[in-house]
């Protein structure tokens, strides 16, 4: 069974400030792994994905990943955040030709003071 | 490229009465649309896969006669939640992708509905 655990409900930091978002998963095979994006009242957004190659991948808005195999781990970083990056951010892991069929975090909220 | 729409985006219905709502890929053949639920504040639960033109494929503990799925052209999918209650209030976002030739089909998902039953 695959899952996705992000452990961070909320998550706040300052505007220019660096951001880290954790996400840990479980896939019995090599998984694609996603992050979303979802404003308020919003579908869902893809930041970026990672697969195969290049632990690093890079995705829009300025955000970057980390695939770490050995921990599970897909974590999502900005080294500046802007307040419109406020948003709710998900992690979801699955098959690559049947996206749809991803499981999906329960979500971080990332709130952006001033 | 690779829009989807949502029509309504918001909805409010009374108890017994009947809602549809359209999902449309408006650029781009979509062989599978996916329909998601999601309550305030929780991730999206997959309720549904349909492919074009053959019955949909329902997940687990989601009541096929009560979320009427069609498929019914390669641009459009509907969700027809039958006898609304209440506890059917939720946002219900779509998603649609397409073959790519390769090992992964991007999903591109539609802006959500949000539905309130009286």
């Known amino acids: 069974a695959q899952s996705v655990t992000q452990p961070d409900i909320h998550i706040t930091v300052s505007e220019g400030a660096s951001l880290e978002l954790r996400c840990n998963y479980s896939?019995?095979?090599?998984?694609?792994l996603f992050w979303y994006v979802q404003s308020p009242g919003q579908g869902l957004q893809l930041l970026l994905k990672y697969f195969s190659g290049d632990t690093l991948v890079q995705g829009i808005k300025g955000f970057e990943a980390e695939f770490k195999r050995s921990q599970s781990s897909f974590n999502l970083r900005k080294p500046s955040v802007h307040w419109s990056d406020a948003a709710e951010y998900f992690c979801?892991?699955?098959?690559?030709?049947?996206?749809?069929?991803?499981?999906f975090g329960d979500g971080t909220t990332l709130t952006v003071k001033p | 490229g690779a829009v989807v729409s949502q029509h309504p985006s918001w909805v409010i219905c009374k108890s017994g009465t009947s809602v549809k709502i359209e999902c449309r890929s408006l650029?781009?053949?979509?062989?599978?649309m996916f329909w998601y639920r999601q309550f305030p504040k929780q991730s999206l639960m997959l309720m549904a896969t349909s492919n074009e033109g053959s019955k949909a494929t329902y997940e687990q503990g989601v009541e096929k006669d009560k979320f009427l799925i069609n498929h019914a052209s390669l641009t459009l999918s509907t969700l027809t939640v039958t006898s609304a209650h209440p506890e059917d209030s939720s946002f219900y976002i779509c998603?649609?992708?397409?073959?790519?030739?390769?090992?992964?089909?991007?999903?591109?998902f539609g802006p959500g509905t949000r539905l309130t039953v009286l």
């Open positions: 998603s649609a992708s397409f073959p790519s030739g390769g090992s992964y089909n991007e999903q591109f």
């Open positions: 896939y019995g095979a090599t998984p694609y």
């Open positions: 979801a892991v699955g098959p690559g030709t049947n996206a749809g069929k991803s499981t």
């Open positions: 650029d781009f053949q979509a062989t599978t």
